[in-house]
């Protein structure tokens, strides 16, 4: 594992910011590097190879963020690319993820969202094994006949919860946030006002875990749930 | 208000031109027609005057000519005496007598015959060499008169003199150019009274456009200049009137943002400081440390959502992302967005029920009409409470795609139902249930940015919330 960690490139401007984002990555046990203008951040990040770059979009140099992404994908480099920017209008947005960025996060964020992202983005870039079937602990979900067993027990679910449990299982022990949830289970990228992906979850939670000794869906306060077996101080704490 | 004084003082509106003609527009419109109608007059004085005296002159000069001619004819008799004969008889004749002239000077310069009382000026002291047109003054009859001659010189060295007396030709004349003068001064007086009263005019207008201008940059927002009429001024105040409008509108949502403003950001504000307050000045636990952090990040995180919807609506407002707007099915996210409610509303004990066709083609942006009616449907679970019924319905009406979000609770009173679309606005004065009082307004900032519209109408009971979109051409 330790041979073979996550170097990741860290291109922002703002001190504290990139101190934050730093900081919270080598917690995490990534290999980071952090650079600070544009035509700093163009060289490390076409000189060298990545398994993650971090970008901040308006950088100081005449070289800035989407310019960078753009110099990337023209040398045929698919590094993931997360933008961090405080352009948060859609139409900033939609302009980041057309010019070759793999995810958008606005700022101010909670660094659990961006580790989140980063982990399921390292997740998919990853060569992942093409099973027919999710495990964790004793559940099963076959992704050919859509058949959800816990146990010996066979759970029904609405579509809707099939995906919702597929996307958690498929990122079993990782945390998963609202937003991530919203955009990639329901395809949606707005800020609800409600709580509505909560009462889902505990829908889903009354299915997959209740008369379960094994708690499996946890809560993470302000974050948002993880899947597995393992036991989380915060379970029990949230809204489930 | 401001005092008028200083009001006048900056904007000098009774003498809105300054002195006649510098840069005035009226004043320049003025001399420019005076100036035009002047050089008509010349021109159609010109053309009047060479066709009708320029015409006279000419044949004036043929008929001379031939009685010259005819004369002459009398002088291939040897003397004078057939020649002084016939012009005896020319003047004996009693046609055009008075006018016309004719006399004989012999070689050796003695008038023969005639009706002149001297020899005229250019036959004298030779008679020219050869034929020759002169206008000269002549003696006749005692008097000075103006005549047009023409002086023949004969082979034994006479002349002979035929020609007309000009005296009341000149005066045919001199009434002509009276009349022309007479009537171009009256013309050029016409011209510059209308071209005055012209300028009176628009200074007039545009003094009531100068005036409300000047009120509403004092401050005054509700002036409007006066409309009368349906002429061009009267299209441009009302498209004046109507911008201001829009203008005053916009003023008062941001005041009423900037009040919204300080409530609703320094409530949090003040709540956080006071618990990371608490949090220092009290046992220092790490428990209880981390709990202010967490709750202090909680209410951040809430202000940060509400900075968010606050750029939303802007973003909305500006109109400018219709380049980002894709074709959608607005049945399929109204079903999706209705599923992803109804757990919430079975917990909550309310029916909802979702009626939402597919294949109802918009042009817009997935997310943000997601968002919209996400918003509705929060409303209304918020507001109908437990117990009620809600029916979210897509479809046709009158011809446009409509999302329509029907609860039976206690609906907004009608006065209310235009102020509640506006930033900040809350039915609940008290501020008691959750929201910040932005939703409507995003939904209606919403549907504006895709050329349609939030209605609200009486549900009798409830409320039916409305949003209205163009459908898909083609």
Sequence with gaps: MMENRVRCLVIEDEVETSNYICKGLREAGYLVTACATGPDGLDYATGEQWDLIILDRMLPGRIDGLSIVDKLRALGKQTPVIIVSALTTIDARVTGLRGGADDYLSKPFAFSELLARVEALLRRSAPGADSTQLQVADLTLDLRTMRVTRGPKVITLQPREYRLLEYLMRNENQVVTRTMLLESVWDYHFDPQTNVIDVQISRLRAKVDKDFPVMLIHTLRGVGYRMGAGASDETGQGLG | ?474
Excluded: C
């Design chain 2, 1 to 474: 208000m401001a005092d008028s004084s200083t009001l006048s003082a900056r904007f000098p509106v009774k003498r809105p031109f300054g002195p006649l003609g510098r840069a005035s527009i009226a004043a320049k419109l003025a001399l420019g027609y005076g100036l035009l109608g002047t050089f008509s007059i010349v021109a159609v004085s010109a053309v009047f005057y060479t066709g009708t005296i320029g015409v006279l002159d000419d044949n004036l000069d043929g008929k001379i000519v031939m009685q010259s001619d005819r004369l002459i004819e009398h002088a291939r008799f040897p003397g004078h005496g057939a020649l002084v004969e016939e012009v005896r008889r020319q003047l004996a004749d009693g046609v055009d007598s008075d006018r016309e002239i004719f006399q004989l000077i012999t070689g050796n310069g003695v008038p023969a015959a005639g009706n002149l009382d001297a020899v005229p000026a250019g036959a004298q002291p030779a008679p020219p060499p050869r034929a020759m047109m002169v206008t000269t003054v002549v003696k006749r009859d005692g008097h000075e008169r103006p005549a047009r001659l023409y002086l023949r010189p004969m082979a034994d060295g006479g002349l002979l003199i035929v020609g007309r007396d000009l005296s009341e030709q000149h005066a045919v004349r001199e009434v002509i150019w009276r009349a022309l003068l007479a009537g171009a001064g009256v013309s050029l007086l016409l011209t510059v009274g209308g071209a005055l009263l012209f300028r009176r005019g628009i200074e007039g207008r545009l003094g009531e456009i100068r005036r409300t201008a000047a009120q509403i940059e004092a401050g005054n927002l509700s002036h409007r200049i006066p409309v009368s009429g349906g002429d061009e001024f009267a299209l441009l105040n009302r498209d004046i009137n109507r911008m201001l409008d829009r203008i005053e509108l916009l003023m008062e949502g941001i005041r009423h943002v900037s009040n919204a403003i300080a409530h609703d950001l320094r409530t949090p504000l003040s709540r956080i400081r006071g618990r990371l307050d608490d949090a220092l000045r009290h046992e220092m636990t790490v428990p209880r440390l981390s709990g202010a952090a967490h709750d202090a990040i909680d209410d951040i995180d809430d202000l940060i959502r509400l900075f968010e919807r606050l750029l939303q609506i802007a973003e909305a407002e500006s109109g400018m992302r219709a380049r980002l707007f894709e074709r959608l099915d607005l049945g399929r996210v109204v079903a999706d967005i209705g599923e992803m409610y109804e757990a919430i509303a079975e917990d909550g004990g309310i029916a909802l029920t979702v009626d939402a066709p597919a294949s109802l083609y918009v042009d817009g942006d997935r997310n943000l009409l997601a968002s919209a009616v996400a918003s509705l449907l929060d409303n209304a679970i918020k507001y109908a409470g437990p117990g009620a019924a809600i029916r979210v319905r897509a479809g046709l009406h009158h011809g446009q795609a409509s999302i329509a979000i029907h609860d039976n609770g206690p609906g907004i009173p009608e006065a209310e139902r235009d102020k509640v679309t506006q930033r900040f606005y809350r039915l609940d004065k008290s501020r008691h249930l959750p929201g910040n009082g932005l939703g409507l307004s995003i939904v209606s900032a919403t549907a504006t940015s895709h050329g349609g519209s939030l209605t609200l109408e009486d549900g009798a009971p409830g409320l039916v919330a409305r949003i209205l979109l163009p459908l898909a051409s083609g």
